[in-house]
């Protein structure tokens, strides 16, 4: 757990866990299945959900992605390399036989 010790204080400060709220829907028949296990393992509902979804994603770590960082100038609109490669027009540019002075 992250402390932080104020300047002056003898007790460290506590970082505050942040929780969100999920709803979920069940059948009866595992709800059933859930209460029955909880009385065999003294255990909550709850505990017993999180602790399925805490193997769950240990199992499954190496499937999730890691966050990608935004690359500056994903689409490479101004990049006039782009536009040949693409084959689009340039509509700046001078036809050729045309001259561009006055």
């Known amino acids: 757990m992250a ?3 104020k300047a002056g204080s003898g007790k460290a400060k506590k970082h505050k866990i942040k929780f969100r709220k999920v ?3 069940i059948s009866s028949i595992q709800m059933k299945k859930i209460d029955r296990f ?10 017993v959900i999180k602790n399925a979804i805490n193997e769950y994603l240990d ?5 999730i992605p ?3 960082p935004v690359v500056k100038n994903q ?3 101004f990049d006039p390399e782009e536009f040949s490669k693409a084959g689009q027009m340039d509509i700046f540019a001078a036809e050729e036989g045309e001259e561009t002075g006055s």
């Open 3 to 5: 402390t932080k010790k």
């Open 38 to 47: 909880c009385d065999l393992h003294k255990s909550t509902p709850n505990r």
């Open 23 to 25: 709803a979920l829907k």
């Open 66 to 68: 890691e966050e990608e």
């Open 75 to 77: 689409l490479k609109l």
């Open 59 to 63: 199992a499954h770590a190496a499937d």
